[in-house]
């Protein structure tokens, strides 16, 4: 397992390396003096060489990527100061460092995040093992239906009914807004109940429909239908042998949502109005804020790595003839 984990963070070292020199040699690429992009509008050619002078523009573009890349490890100097590891160099539009930036918004969007995934995760794993143990009863039928529906509708269509309904029209709950959890707790929890409340709505549905049918596969596995032979009991068998091994396909559904909703739930936060790392990543690309892209794109990258070693490392656990493969 040690060996599996080692091979895994060197090769994802160099993949981020990869996608790193990837995004700065294409964002690079572009026809465009980024010393006049910083600088805005109606701005003097001096004050332009300046401002190339201070990003390092000025260099072989070898020598900015270098800086670049070794700036992520052990920080960069720019004239604001000291960027700290890991720099991602210096936004165009605000003039703040863009891991100060992303660190003031990740709060937001992990909070968002990891309260959806506790929601779907529990009522839709819930239904979904509700239907396939009454599989082809009325229950099942209504967990199945509902869950059709549900998952066809989209956060962007269903959040706006959700604000008239609660916010606009009845004034139960108030309009969506972080508040740090650290401050407090309960305007924290209210702040984000409507988009979770949407987020888990919809991928509840996902999860109740993925539950079931890896359920109902694993039910017909040879395993199982030994287990029975044996006469242990039908509760026993159904979360001892069958469960266990429906979560293999649950688990990787988990690590592609998660990684999603972390790099940024850029629909969730602009239907809602809130400043995540979705909406930071629009701003940039609207504003043609070259460095907050990169590093937003760098920041995703990441999130999706590491939830993928951390998703193999489940297989390995909930199943053990992957740890013998």
Known sequence: MLQFLIRRLSGAVVIMFLIGAFTFFLFYSIPQDFAELACG?????????????????????????????????????????????PCLGVSF????FV????????????????GGLVIFLLFGLGTG??????????????VSGSSMVLSSFQIYFLGPIVLSILVYNTGWLDFPKYVDFTENPAKWFMGMLIPWAVMATIFTAQYTRMARSTMIEQ????????????????????????WRGSLIPIVTIIGMDLSALLSGAVVTEFTFDLAGIGRLAVDGSLSKDLPLTMGVMLFGAFFILILNIIVDLAYAYIDPRVRLA
Request: charged content about 25%; hydrophobic content about 40%.
């Open 41 to 85: 509008k109606n701005c003097s050619p001096e004050n332009i060489a300046v401002i190339r002078e201070n990003l390092g523009l000025d260099k072989p573009i070898t020598t900015q990527f270098w800086e670049f890349m070794t700036g992520i490890v052990t920080g960069r100097d720019f004239p604001q100061g000291h960027c700290s590891a």
């Open 93 to 96: 539009d605000s003039d703040q």
């Open 99 to 114: 891991w100060d930036s992303i660190k003031d918004r990740f709060p937001l969007t992990l909070s968002l995040t990891v």
């Open 129 to 142: 093992l509700l239907a396939a143990w009454k599989r082809g009863t009325v229950v099942d039928k209504l």
């Open 219 to 242: 039910l017909q596995e040879e395993h199982v239908r030994t287990a029975r032979a044996k006469g242990m009991r039908q509760a026993y068998v159904f979360f001892r042998y069958a």
